[in-house]
Each structure stands twice: as structure tokens, then as C-alpha cells.
């Protein structure tokens, strides 16, 4: 049987939240619809909200987790390290007003895991949350720039670099040949190796509590370019979303994240992430991943940015699960996705099930 996760946004951390009528209006239309295992909600720092959508929750026997955004967004709530970029100045990102900030932290800097952690211990840690979900668990991708993509070159991360043989003046001058210089192969594996190491220390200081983890990564094909090695991160938690984003035009949107990829780095790879290669992509997780794999499938529409229909939701939900996903999480935001979106993820899932 499939497991089914819904995601909810509530709002950043430094906007409004969202109305707890609002959200327990769309959640109990939406339960009443699927049978989904758990809710995830985050980020914005409202107590009383999540208080009240943990007790409705509870009353139907559905898991309660907290969205939180560790590598961005934390830095909007406590001193954090950014990413450098080769030239040593701070490296870009993307912001979305108050809603969202894409200006990406260092995964290798201690103080930005602490800080993350410090956030969680003064604003969710005693509500009552099943689990943790951890979102941008990475390095900015070349959606954010060129230097974005290519960093971080900070002190600490040169040092790693250099414990591990790698030549750092080779790599920034051949920062345009990412896909055949050794030494570009060496620094995305030393990349993946510190968000590994970072993310396990979060982890286990989650898990000693008695939290059960998420982990939401980019689609397989475009992790190890954001330093992603998913089947490593996935020795650390119960289950991990591959955000499958056709739809989507915006950070961790497929079609975004790989024309950012083309342009910033000058490639042109013979194939397109069509349904047919993202499933495939998708099932070779699913072999060498150590935890349920839940294909992230987005069904909220939002002008200009995500585009997802009816048959879209049917097409995906039906190859991702012939690839092996154990589950789904419906993606991103509930509270944006359209009634003929929300039938149709049902209709299928339900006739899925035999109901």
C-alpha cells in the first residue's frame, strides 16, 4: 500500500502565518478524500497554530511533522556563514520577499548547523511534532548563478578540499569544465561528503530525541551538482522526497534547475527529463536508497511558477509508482492546490487501493 504524505506551507519566518480555519478547512476536505499517513507544515514560527492542527490531526490518527529549511532561511533567524563563491565574495541566491529566501548557507560551517538546531529548540522542539522534515539540505545550484553553483570557497570548505588532495586553484580555473576535469568530479564528491556529515549531526541530535526525520532532495539526476548523495542521506532517515517537479518553474523545479544547469555551465546533453527518463531516474534511487523512497509530486498551483493539471497528477502518480516510490508527497502547499487537482490525486490513488 502506498504511503501519502501532504505538505503544507504556513508561511516563512518572517511572514504572516496562515489562518488555522483555512488550513483545517483544506486538510479535513482533503483527509475526507485520501488516506494520507502524515502532514508536513512549516515553517513559520506560530505555536498556536501548529498547537491546534497537532490536536485535529491526532483526533484521526494522521503524524504531525515540521517543516524546516536548514541551509537557508535559517539565516533570516540567527548568524550564519554564507556560501563564498571561487572569488571570495558572498555567493548569491534567490528571495521571494517575505515568503522564502534562497540565499543559501555553508553546509561544511558547524555555526550554521547549530543555528539551524537553535531555531528548532526555540520554536518547535515542545510542540508536539511527530517528526522533522529537513528542507535545503544543500548548496545553492546554478539557478541561483554561476558563482552560486560553483561554490562555496570558503576557508573551511578550501581546507576540506585540501585534506582530501583536491587542487583548488585547478578548480577555479576550470570552473566551465564541471563534467570532464577530475578535479571538478573530486570537489562535487567532497561537496556531497560535507552535507552528508552535516545533515548526520542534525540527524542524530533529532533522532536522540525521539523525532522521526524526512528529508526532502533535489531529483536524482540534478542532486550531485547541489552536493547530494541521496543514498548516503538516506541511511539517516525514514523516508526521503525526490522533489519530481515537472511543473515547476521556480527553485527545485526541474525544467528550472536544468536550463539553469545548460546556461550557467554550457552544456547540451543529449536528453531531455521527460516522464519517461525522470521515472527511470527515479527507480534507480529506489534501488540503491536504504529508506522508503516518497516521490514528491506537486499538485498547488501558483501563477508563473507551477503549472500542474489533473492529467499531469494522474500521469506521474501512475510512473512513479510503476518505478517503485513506496509512497507520495503531494507537494508543496495543499492550501494552493486546486479542487480538480485535489479529485485527482484521489480518483487515482483510491483507485489504486481497490476503493
Given at each position: 500500500?502506498?504511503?501519502?504524505?501532504?505538505?503544507?506551507?504556513?508561511?516563512?519566518?518572517?511572514?504572516?502565518?496562515?489562518?488555522?480555519?483555512?488550513?483545517r478547512e483544506k486538510?479535513?476536505?482533503?483527509?475526507?478524500?485520501?488516506?494520507?499517513?502524515?502532514?508536513?507544515?512549516?515553517?513559520?514560527?506560530?505555536?498556536?497554530?501548529?498547537?491546534?492542527?497537532?490536536?485535529?490531526?491526532?483526533?484521526?490518527?494522521?503524524?504531525?511533522?515540521?517543516?524546516?529549511?536548514?541551509?537557508?532561511?535559517?539565516?533570516?533567524?540567527?548568524?550564519?556563514?554564507?556560501?563564498?563563491?571561487?572569488?571570495?565574495?558572498?555567493?548569491?541566491?534567490?528571495?521571494?520577499?517575505?515568503?522564502?529566501?534562497?540565499?543559501?548557507?555553508?553546509?561544511?560551517?558547524?555555526?550554521?548547523?547549530?543555528?539551524?538546531?537553535?531555531?528548532?529548540?526555540?520554536?518547535?522542539?515542545?510542540?508536539?511534532?511527530?517528526?522533522?522534515?529537513?528542507?535545503?539540505?544543500?548548496?545553492?545550484?546554478?539557478?541561483?548563478?554561476?558563482?552560486?553553483?560553483?561554490g562555496c570557497f570558503?576557508?573551511?570548505?578550501?581546507?576540506?578540499?585540501?585534506?582530501?588532495?583536491?587542487?583548488?586553484?585547478?578548480?577555479?580555473?576550470?570552473?566551465?569544465?564541471?563534467?570532464?576535469?577530475?578535479?571538478?568530479?573530486?570537489?562535487?564528491?567532497?561537496?556531497?561528503?560535507?552535507?552528508?556529515?552535516?545533515?548526520?549531526?542534525?540527524?542524530?541530535?533529532?533522532?536522540?530525541?525521539?523525532?522521526?526525520?524526512?528529508?526532502?532532495?533535489?531529483?536524482?539526476?540534478?542532486?550531485?551538482?547541489?552536493?547530494?548523495?541521496?543514498?548516503?542521506?538516506?541511511?539517516?532517515?525514514?523516508?526521503?522526497?525526490?522533489?519530481?517537479?515537472?511543473?515547476?518553474?521556480?527553485?527545485?523545479?526541474?525544467?528550472?534547475?536544468?536550463?539553469?544547469?545548460?546556461?550557467?555551465?554550457?552544456?547540451?546533453?543529449?536528453?531531455?527529463?521527460?516522464?519517461?527518463?525522470?521515472?527511470?531516474?527515479?527507480?534507480?534511487?529506489?534501488?540503491?536508497?536504504?529508506?522508503?523512497?516518497?516521490?514528491?509530486?506537486?499538485?498547488?498551483?501558483?501563477?508563473?511558477?507551477?503549472?500542474?493539471?489533473?492529467?499531469?497528477?494522474?500521469?506521474s502518480l501512475g510512473?512513479?509508482?510503476?518505478?517503485?516510490?513506496?509512497?507520495?508527497?503531494?507537494?508543496?502547499?495543499?492550501?494552493?492546490?486546486?479542487?480538480?487537482?485535489?479529485?485527482?490525486?484521489?480518483?487515482?490513488?483510491?483507485?489504486?487501493?481497490?476503493?
Amino acid at each position: 500500500m502506498l504511503d501519502i504524505t501532504v505538505q503544507v506551507f504556513a508561511g516563512g519566518y518572517k511572514s504572516a502565518p496562515a489562518d488555522f480555519g483555512r488550513v483545517r478547512e483544506k486538510l479535513e476536505d482533503v483527509l475526507n478524500r485520501i488516506p494520507a499517513t502524515r502532514v508536513i507544515m512549516g515553517w513559520t514560527p506560530a505555536p498556536e497554530l501548529y498547537g491546534r492542527v497537532r490536536d485535529f490531526l491526532r483526533q484521526r490518527g494522521v503524524e504531525f511533522f515540521l517543516w524546516l529549511p536548514v541551509f537557508s532561511e535559517t539565516g533570516r533567524m540567527k548568524p550564519c556563514v554564507p556560501v563564498t563563491d571561487w572569488a571570495g565574495g558572498t555567493a548569491a541566491g534567490n528571495a521571494d520577499g517575505a515568503e522564502e529566501d534562497f540565499a543559501f548557507l555553508c553546509p561544511n560551517e558547524p555555526q550554521n548547523v547549530r543555528a539551524a538546531l537553535s531555531v528548532f529548540n526555540e520554536n518547535f522542539a515542545n510542540i508536539g511534532f511527530d517528526g522533522v522534515f529537513l528542507d535545503r539540505i544543500r548548496y545553492p545550484s546554478f539557478a541561483a548563478g554561476a558563482d552560486a553553483g560553483f561554490g562555496c570557497f570558503c576557508p573551511r570548505c578550501r581546507e576540506a578540499y585540501t585534506r582530501a588532495g583536491a587542487d583548488t586553484t585547478a578548480l577555479m580555473r576550470g570552473q566551465g569544465r564541471i563534467f570532464d576535469d577530475p578535479a571538478w568530479r573530486d570537489f562535487l564528491k567532497i561537496k556531497a561528503q560535507s552535507v552528508t556529515e552535516s545533515v548526520g549531526a542534525l540527524c542524530g541530535e533529532l533522532r536522540n530525541r525521539g523525532f522521526k526525520i524526512g528529508l526532502d532532495v533535489f531529483a536524482p539526476f540534478l542532486s550531485r551538482f547541489v552536493g547530494q548523495d541521496i543514498p548516503a542521506l538516506s541511511r539517516l532517515a525514514d523516508f526521503v522526497k525526490p522533489m519530481m517537479y515537472r511543473k515547476t518553474f521556480a527553485p527545485a523545479g526541474i525544467p528550472f534547475e536544468w536550463d539553469a544547469l545548460k546556461l550557467r555551465t554550457g552544456i547540451s546533453p543529449p536528453f531531455a527529463p521527460d516522464l519517461d527518463f525522470c521515472a527511470g531516474d527515479l527507480a534507480e534511487l529506489v534501488k540503491s536508497a536504504d529508506c522508503p523512497v516518497y516521490a514528491g509530486v506537486e499538485w498547488n498551483r501558483v501563477p508563473g511558477i507551477a503549472r500542474p493539471t489533473p492529467g499531469y497528477i494522474h500521469e506521474s502518480l501512475g510512473a512513479y509508482a510503476a518505478a517503485g516510490a513506496r509512497g507520495f508527497v503531494l507537494s508543496w502547499n495543499a492550501l494552493d492546490a486546486p479542487l480538480e487537482n485535489t479529485a485527482a490525486a484521489a480518483q487515482w490513488l483510491n483507485h489504486r487501493a481497490g476503493r
